[in-house]
């Protein structure tokens, strides 16, 4: 039986997750972490267990790793892009130290280890259109850097030392649940919420600067597939380029107004995360998932729409 213990858990992609996890493999056998405890979070903390942790510090994951039989890690604590180049030492010392704490206790105590990397680790030299799943990764932000380290590291520990590590390449992450926190993408989560409460958005980054995207529930589907799959199939470790979509501002704009007519775009660019977003892919090419671990996701734009704005509507308590 899988007993996972999950990093930043309560995080943008933790706080789903961990329902996800703990409705396949129960609630005691899904061990949620963070290195504090962020308010909106109680159903997630009381409904099973819940543990302070710090992914800088060794003794302390180790202790709960411990406690809990843990068998699986899936580490999701960071610090992300626009973050990363205000911050650009924490995003490292988290970033990397604190996966190279993961991979350690992975290789100790022969834990899974499932790390997502980003289309952050791909840079202005790479292949824009249809970014191949091999090709040139040479990031210019801090958070590029640590997520190309980090699929190294983790290819790394599975040569070195056999340990199972796995991980994607996420786009940016759309969902209602929780805000990401100081990501270039999370322009696209912002305008659904401003949508329906102003019915207008003031975007940070351009007309034209397409990115690829995904809705949260495929995002989930593919962690859990990729920790099931069969290690016979798989070529590659870290990370798997996975899509669901790619659009730009006035693409997104446009599917809001099929349900909110009167919704009007403008913009109001910042230099720092339209810099970090000219540097990323235009649309990755995702057929090693596909091929290697069945990767299909079931979100295209229209249909993500019209779930976050339904979802949205009842969360915010906005009328129709
Ligand atoms: N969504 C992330 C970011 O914008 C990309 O991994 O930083």
Not at 112 to 132: C, E, L, Y
Not at 280 to 290: I, Q, V
Request: charged share 25%; hydrophobic share 40%.
């Amino acid at each position: 039986m899988r007993k996972i213990l999950v990093t930043g858990a309560l995080g943008q992609i933790g706080s789903e997750l961990m329902v996800k996890l703990r409705e396949i493999y129960g609630v005691n056998n899904a061990v949620a972490s963070n290195r504090r405890i962020k308010e909106g979070h109680e159903a997630l903390i009381e409904n099973g267990p819940f543990e302070i942790v710090n992914i800088n510090n060794l003794k302390q994951m180790a202790d709960v790793v411990d406690k809990y039989n843990i068998n699986t890690i899936i580490n999701l604590a960071a610090i992300l892009s626009a973050k990363g180049e205000n911050d650009p030492a924490s995003c490292w010392d988290i970033n990397m130290n604190g996966l190279y704490n993961v991979l350690e206790l992975g290789r100790e105590k022969r834990l899974q280890i499932f790390t997502p990397s980003s289309i952050a680790a791909f840079g202005p030299s790479t292949p824009p259109d249809n970014t191949p799943q091999d090709t040139i990764q040479r990031p210019n932000t801090m958070y590029g850097v640590t997520k190309v380290a980090g699929e190294l590291l983790c290819d790394y520990y599975y040569k070195k030392f056999d340990v199972d590590t796995r991980g994607v390449r996420f786009p940016g992450l759309i969902s209602y649940e929780t805000l990401p926190g100081g990501g270039t993408t999370d322009y696209a989560v912002h305008i659904y919420y401003e949508a329906l409460k102003h019915k207008k958005y003031t975007s940070f980054i351009d007309k034209g600067t397409q990115m690829d995207m995904m809705y949260m529930p495929d995002a989930l589907d593919a962690i859990v597939s990729l920790m099931e799959a069969d290690p016979a199939k798989l070529k590659h470790r870290n990370a798997f380029n996975v899509t669901a979509m790619s659009f730009e501002p006035e693409e997104i704009a446009a599917s809001i107004k099929e349900h909110i007519p009167e919704f009007k775009l403008d913009y109001d660019v910042d230099s720092g995360r339209q810099a970090i977003a000219d540097s990323w892919p235009n649309s990755l090419d995702d057929s090693a998932a596909r091929e290697e671990w069945g990767w299909n996701p079931k979100y295209n734009l229209e249909a993500m729409t019209k779930d976050m704005l339904e979802k949205l509507r009842i969360k915010l308590n906005i009328e129709d």
